[in-house]
């Protein structure tokens, strides 16, 4: 039998799962699945791994919506993978604005050490699937490996950003890194 090659699966949400908003995502009638996405979601349920939710909710600590609206829009998510074959089992938020000078902002890679410790996770076995510089550099903060989707804000700069060594570890969106992570067992 086939073993997973990573221990958990992080991934970033506004730009790897849906669409990425100017004005933020306050309720999930402005939450607009990615193509693609939520069926990716049902196919890594089946890695053997645990998936975990690694995002900046700055929307919270800028006073546009609270901590606990945030929950419900998870929550209507969550009820929604699950419908559709797949689950994530852990959502780590960093709620701080940015000026907060905080350690679990992502470029920062607090919330990637809170997870670790949660689940009991060797970050340096565990994969990052994110969509812009940040997610990028809180992954390498953390020693843990990261492949870019360009559905994101950043979109094509990231092979400008990353340059030619990083190109190979981004792809077009959340399906194609999906292929990728699910033909890496060992
Ligand atoms: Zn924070």
Same mark, same amino acid.
């Given at each position: 039998m086939s073993q997973p090659v990573w221990q958990a699966l992080f991934l970033d949400r506004d730009g790897t799962l849906n669409e990425e908003r100017a004005d933020y995502v306050k309720n999930w009638s402005e939450f607009v699945w990615l193509p693609g996405a939520l069926h990716a979601l049902a196919e890594l349920a089946g890695y053997g791994a645990p998936i975990i939710l690694i995002t900046n909710q700055s929307v919270i600590g800028r006073g546009i919506i609270t901590e606990a609206e945030v929950q419900t829009l998870h929550t209507q998510m969550l009820d929604v993978i699950g419908e559709a074959g797949g689950r994530i089992d852990g959502i780590f938020i960093c +709620?701080? +604005? @940015? %000026?907060?000078? &905080? %350690? &679990? /902002?992502? @470029?920062? +890679?607090g919330l990637l050490l809170q997870a670790a410790a949660a689940f009991g996770l060797d970050l340096r076995r565990c994969l990052f699937i994110g969509d812009t510089m940040t997610d990028f550099q809180a992954a390498q903060a953390a020693g843990c490996p990261c492949v870019l989707v /360009?559905?994101?804000?950043q979109g094509a700069q990231l092979d400008a950003a990353l340059g030619v060594d990083g190109?190979? =570890? =981004?792809?077009?969106d959340l399906a194609a890194a999906t292929r990728y992570i699910m033909g890496a067992r060992e």
């Amino acid at each position: 039998m086939s073993q997973p090659v990573w221990q958990a699966l992080f991934l970033d949400r506004d730009g790897t799962l849906n669409e990425e908003r100017a004005d933020y995502v306050k309720n999930w009638s402005e939450f607009v699945w990615l193509p693609g996405a939520l069926h990716a979601l049902a196919e890594l349920a089946g890695y053997g791994a645990p998936i975990i939710l690694i995002t900046n909710q700055s929307v919270i600590g800028r006073g546009i919506i609270t901590e606990a609206e945030v929950q419900t829009l998870h929550t209507q998510m969550l009820d929604v993978i699950g419908e559709a074959g797949g689950r994530i089992d852990g959502i780590f938020i960093c +709620p701080h +604005p @940015p %000026d907060a000078g &905080c %350690d &679990c /902002r992502k @470029p920062q +890679p607090g919330l990637l050490l809170q997870a670790a410790a949660a689940f009991g996770l060797d970050l340096r076995r565990c994969l990052f699937i994110g969509d812009t510089m940040t997610d990028f550099q809180a992954a390498q903060a953390a020693g843990c490996p990261c492949v870019l989707v /360009r559905t994101g804000r950043q979109g094509a700069q990231l092979d400008a950003a990353l340059g030619v060594d990083g190109r190979r =570890i =981004i792809f077009d969106d959340l399906a194609a890194a999906t292929r990728y992570i699910m033909g890496a067992r060992e």
